[in-house]
């Protein structure tokens, strides 16, 4: 990631907390385009650190951090290619984030809809944490000069909030922080809840309303089977209107790579039970060889562990170059 040569190859960087299981919507809106940016350098990291701003069981949070790492790799980030690691490992993450929280209003933190959510979600800790969590989320990104931020559609304004933070304060003190930009793609950045599809679906929500990319394929069929429809027995892509058959029809386009109109079009007079038969069968299919391939990975714990480390000192370098940068600029005494 040196600057020296002319053409500067772009700096990705993403995180998923591990908070819950991973679900079909995590995968389909972030990890499964993680592998497309080729000529890049990619940092994907565990966000433990973002997960505490609710209360965790730590033995479950231990193990989530490991399985989510097994996931990434399994879904096909080699973390040879990639930097995997955990947020946790690399200092720099909470260091850089005291700093800007120095540069970050109340009034734009209080603004933001995930902590107004989550206040509610969690009336009874509604914690500093909460509040500043995007000022976390802008060190993850800022940290390494990012380019590119692929995250879901929920996400973004954090990305924005991001973006105002990193520019108020190279207007301060000349270029520090690359500016990033949020990537959003578009037919997958939203798969919506089987229960209630107008809300999107949630690791944090109850088990029936996702499906978790290490379900086992009776799971995976019972919920699909059900996934709220409606009543008027057309299969037709209209998700103002058909929330539930809408988002079951993304699911297996995307899935498929076909597009929506191919996919309707397959379907042409047949019914819903046909519609989550396909559907059963495209995400089984998917998921199969990553839960093979995730079994090898976690059950190595120190093949895994030694990746770990060995990304997180990658991370830690790459960070410190910009927090030295960022403490000098400040006025912090170097020596
Ligand atoms: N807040 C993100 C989420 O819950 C996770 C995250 C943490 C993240 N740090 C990040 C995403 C940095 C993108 C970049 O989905």
Redesign the pocket.
């Known amino acids: 990631m040196e600057n020296t040569t002319a053409e500067k190859r772009k700096v990705v960087?993403?995180?998923?907390?591990p908070?819950g299981n991973i679900t079909l919507g995590n995968y389909m809106g972030?990890l499964r385009n993680f592998t497309s940016f080729e000529n890049a350098d990619c940092l994907y990291?565990m966000?433990d650190l973002?997960t505490l701003t609710v209360r965790q069981n730590p033995a479950d949070l231990r193990k989530r951090t490991a399985s989510l790492a097994a996931i990434y790799i399994a879904c096909g980030l080699d973390p040879d290619e990639n930097i995997i690691y955990c947020?946790s490992h690399v200092p720099a993450h909470a260091e850089l984030a005291w700093v800007l929280n120095c540069y970050t209003y109340m009034g734009e933190l209080s603004r933001m809809t995930?902590f107004k959510d989550k206040s509610q979600k969690h009336a009874d800790n509604i914690n500093a944490g909460l509040f500043t969590?995007p000022v976390?989320?802008a060190s993850?990104?800022l940290l390494y000069q990012t380019n590119i931020?692929?995250?879901?559609v929920?996400?973004k304004q954090?990305?924005e909030i991001c973006r105002d933070i990193a520019q108020r304060f190279n207007g301060i003190y000349g270029d520090v922080f690359q500016i990033p930009e949020p990537y959003i793609p578009k037919a997958t950045a939203k798969i919506m809840s089987l229960t209630e599809p107008t809300k999107k679906m949630s690791k944090s929500d109850p088990e029936d309303t996702f499906i978790a990319v290490l379900d086992k394929p009776e799971d995976i069929r019972r919920k699909l089977k059900r996934a709220v429809t409606d009543s008027d027995g057309e299969i037709r892509f209209d998700p103002e209107n058909k929330p539930g058959v809408s988002n079951l029809l993304t699911i297996l386009s995307v899935l498929k790579k076909e597009t929506m109109e191919e996919t309707v079009a397959s379907l042409q007079g047949l019914g819903y039970g046909a519609l989550k038969e396909a559907v059963t069968e495209a995400v089984i299919g998917e998921l199969a060889p990553i839960q093979a391939r995730y079994n090898e990975i976690i059950a190595d714990k120190d093949g895994l562990n030694a990746i770990l480390k060995r990304n997180a000192e990658k991370a830690q370098y790459l960070a410190q170059k910009t927090l030295r940068k960022v403490y000098k600029k400040v006025g912090l005494y170097q020596g």
């Not at 960087?13 to 907390?17: K, L, R, V």
């Open positions: 960087f993403s995180g998923i907390q908070s972030a990291c966000a973002h947020q995930q969590y976390l989320m993850d990104i931020v692929p995250v879901g929920d996400q954090h990305v």
